[in-house]
């Protein structure tokens, strides 16, 4: 052996440490990223004949690129495929595959089958035969979510809505994509509550890519999270009472995406005018049923908009122990205004964030986006939202991506960012190995 050879080992030693160094914080990161719930996920995927062939491809990409950001395993999500038109095929058990690259390679050999439309009967199938034990799913229990996404471009032939209403009932959650000529009416009729979370449409199928992001969300949820969550209301005159309603409904919309219970997700509403009102404070309501009737009970106040001394109320009193915040959770602000603060903001706003408080600024109307930029939480992008129309707040609803869990073992950031910091880190590692590369020859060339 030269003496190079020596030299060279161990540099490439060196170098093969760093990497391991290197691959172990990407694993690192992937194990603190979105840990999902475990779930048995069921397509149903429309292939009859008003769907060309190469529209049905799209939806097989669709069904593949939203699988990749799944955490695919036996005691993790398992993935089921039904092809419907007059009659159905499973084409894809819950307990066939357990791998991403085994699902998406059974996806690829897909086939349409070019019939008619019997949309029923294809949730009658999945209900009774897709996701039950025979077929891979896993016994009823809290811990597995059991969900339908639905791929349509057409009438059905036959009737939906009660059968979609027995599949809700059994559990199940449904998810309705509508695509180009399809029916919205059926839609609603499948999917499951709230409906503005659980249907979509797209133009054509060329689009139906653009959803992939919000179901690989609609998975990422964080297990053993707890977090104190208090909303802070705008009962001002200018809202008006029939706008105070459509905001009532906003904020059951946010409360039906949290995981509400006593170790896990508190709700606190505090309204404020000219003066501050506390509807109820974190830990009186414990599940979603009894805090969604509260906030329908909340009583508007009307009067003047002061936002300033509402989030002093925030921070000195929401989130102590005496109105039922526990020590060591994550405390997430969301603040509703439709004007002008009366009062000053910035101290109040500059504490919350001092003090950890996670902020959301929600404005509409005649809301001052720069009041919500002071208030929101870096990124300010991420957390502050503006809408013109109430009637729009739906919408803000979907996009507030409440991160409601904190440091290891979840830290509930998108795929999509973790991917980034998957990337960052190979790139870092490649120019660490071109780096060494160099300094190897450099010194073959000493040596030599």
């Known amino acids: 052996m030269t003496p190079i050879q020596p030299l060279f080992l161990l540099l490439l030693g060196l170098i093969g440490a760093q990497a391991n160094l290197d691959l172990r914080t990407a694993a690192a990161m992937a194990a603190g990223l979105c840990k999902a719930r475990p779930t048995d996920l069921v397509f149903i995927i429309d292939s009859s004949r008003s769907v060309r062939p190469s529209e049905f491809e799209q939806v097989k990409v669709f069904l593949a690129k939203v699988i990749e950001g799944l955490n695919v395993g036996p005691s993790a999500t398992r993935v089921g495929v039904v092809n419907y038109a007059s009659r159905v095929k499973n084409e894809v058990s819950l307990k066939t595959h357990r791998t991403k690259a085994g699902l998406i390679k059974a996806v690829t050999k897909i086939?349409?089958?070019?019939?008619?439309?019997?949309?029923?009967?294809?949730?009658?199938?999945?209900?009774?035969?897709?996701?039950?034990?025979?077929?891979?799913?896993?016994?009823?229990?809290?811990?597995?979510?059991?969900?339908?996404?639905?791929?349509?471009?057409?009438?059905?032939?036959?009737?939906?809505?009660?059968?979609?209403?027995?599949?809700?009932?059994?559990?199940?959650?449904?998810?309705?994509i509508g695509v180009g000529r399809v029916d919205m009416n059926t839609l609603r009729q499948m999917a499951s509550d709230p409906l503005d979370d659980h249907v979509d449409y797209v133009e054509s199928y060329s689009v139906i890519e653009k959803l992939t992001k919000k179901f690989q969300e609609a998975f990422c949820a964080c297990s053993n999270s707890a977090t104190d969550v208090v909303f802070l209301i705008d009962g001002s005159k200018s809202v008006r009472p029939e706008n105070f309603e459509l905001v009532k409904k906003w904020i059951n919309q946010i409360i039906d995406k949290l995981d509400v219970s006593e170790s896990k997700a508190h709700v606190g509403l505090v309204q404020y005018s000219s003066t501050v009102k506390p509807e109820f404070p974190l830990g009186r309501y414990n599940n979603?049923?009894?805090?969604?009737?509260?906030?329908?009970?909340?009583?508007?106040?009307?009067?003047?908009?002061?936002?300033?001394?509402?989030?002093?109320?925030?921070?000195?009193?929401?989130?102590?122990?005496?109105?039922?915040?526990?020590?060591?959770?994550?405390?997430?602000?969301?603040?509703?205004?439709?004007?002008?603060?009366?009062?000053?903001?910035?101290?109040?706003?500059?504490?919350?964030?001092e003090n950890g408080f996670k902020m959301y600024a929600v404005g509409v109307g005649n809301a001052v986006e720069d009041e919500l930029k002071e208030i929101a939480s870096e990124p300010t992008g991420e957390h502050y939202f503006y809408t013109a129309d109430f009637k729009a707040m739906s919408q803000i609803a979907k996009k507030l991506q409440i991160n409601v869990c904190n440091g290891d073992p979840c830290e509930c950031d998108s795929l999509v960012k973790f991917q980034k910091k998957v990337e960052a880190a190979l790139q870092a590692l490649t120019k660490k190995l071109e780096s060494m590369s160099k300094r190897i020859a450099l010194l073959e060339n000493k040596i030599v």
């Open 288 to 353: 979603k049923k009894d805090l969604k009737e509260a906030v329908k009970k909340m009583d508007y106040l009307e009067r003047g908009t002061m936002t300033g001394q509402a989030l002093r109320y925030l921070v000195e009193n929401s989130f102590s122990l005496g109105q039922g915040a526990r020590p060591g959770v994550t405390k997430v602000g969301i603040v509703f205004t439709d004007g002008r603060s009366q009062d000053y903001i910035g101290e109040a706003a500059k504490k919350a964030k």
């Open 111 to 176: 086939e349409p089958l070019s019939t008619g439309t019997m949309t029923g009967l294809a949730i009658q199938f999945a209900m009774n035969v897709a996701f039950s034990e025979a077929e891979g799913a896993r016994a009823k229990s809290s811990d597995v979510g059991k969900v339908a996404i639905i791929v349509t471009d057409g009438r059905p032939q036959d009737n939906v809505k009660d059968i979609a209403q027995r599949a809700r009932d059994a559990g199940i959650e449904i998810f309705a």
